[in-house]
């Protein structure tokens, strides 16, 4: 079973800040929180991952809690091309197979 | 960088026959790979964790005889699905480990069994 909660769905305006909400209340200290996405039907695409701090790249910001236990995507300007299910997976990283729950799907307004 | 294919993107077989889906990782070294698989409105469900020169490690209810995993190279892992019937059509999805712990996933192969 998945170890993370997130909402099944969300709307966000094109131009506009993509806040994307994820509970891992039960993370161990050694795994990962990744997030990914996939558009329909194709491959699920990395996006961000962390352990302790908040991360930052080309595609989004990761914000994790001080105990962990949530965490938060931002997608600073979304886009039409944001719309798709984005996953929330916590894992020890590297040999271990990913569980993907039912992520949130994304849908980006014009 | 960081791309990994997969070969056929669409299948269509009769029930009976064996198909095989190959990965590759095009820039990278890949010593794992998995193979997920999604039906239609679900989310993926890892299959079985292959790694480079050694058997495949199957995850609980998939059955190793009628999925088969062979991981020959470090850019290679190919996964046939033997005497295919109906209820095996599904979207099958490699993923290569990457070099900061990340997975690197293909691009797809739709399987219809006719």
């Known amino acids: 079973d998945a170890k993370t909660t997130q909402p099944p769905s969300m709307d966000c305006a094109e131009g506009r800040a993509a806040n994307l909400p994820c509970n891992h209340s039960t993370i161990s200290g050694n795994e990962y929180v990744y997030w990914y996405r996939q558009i329909h039907s194709q491959g699920p695409q990395y996006i961000i991952h962390g352990l302790k701090n908040n991360e930052t790249n080309e595609m989004a910001s990761l914000i994790i809690t001080e105990d962990r236990k949530s965490s938060t995507l931002i997608l600073p300007h979304a886009t039409l091309r944001d719309t798709a299910v984005y996953y929330c997976i916590v894992s020890g990283g590297g040999a271990d197979g990913l569980t993907f729950g039912k992520g949130t799907h994304l849908i980006i307004q014009p | 960088g960081a791309v990994v294919s997969q070969h056929p993107s669409r299948v269509i077989c009769k029930s009976g026959t064996s198909v095989k889906i190959e990965c590759r990782s095009l820039d990278f070294q890949a010593t794992t790979m998995f193979w997920y698989r999604q039906f239609p409105k679900q989310s993926l469900m890892l299959m079985a964790t292959?790694?480079?020169?050694?058997?495949?490690?199957?995850e609980q209810g998939v059955e190793k005889d009628k999925f088969l995993i062979n991981h020959a190279s470090l850019t290679l892992s190919t996964l046939t699905v033997t005497s295919a019937h109906p209820e095996d059509s599904s979207f099958y999805i490699c993923?290569?480990?990457?070099?900061?712990?990340?997975?690197?996933f293909g691009p797809g192969t739709r399987l219809t069994v006719l």
């Open positions: 292959s790694n480079e020169g050694s058997k495949a490690t199957y």
């Open positions: 993923s290569a480990d990457g070099t900061g712990s990340e997975q690197f």
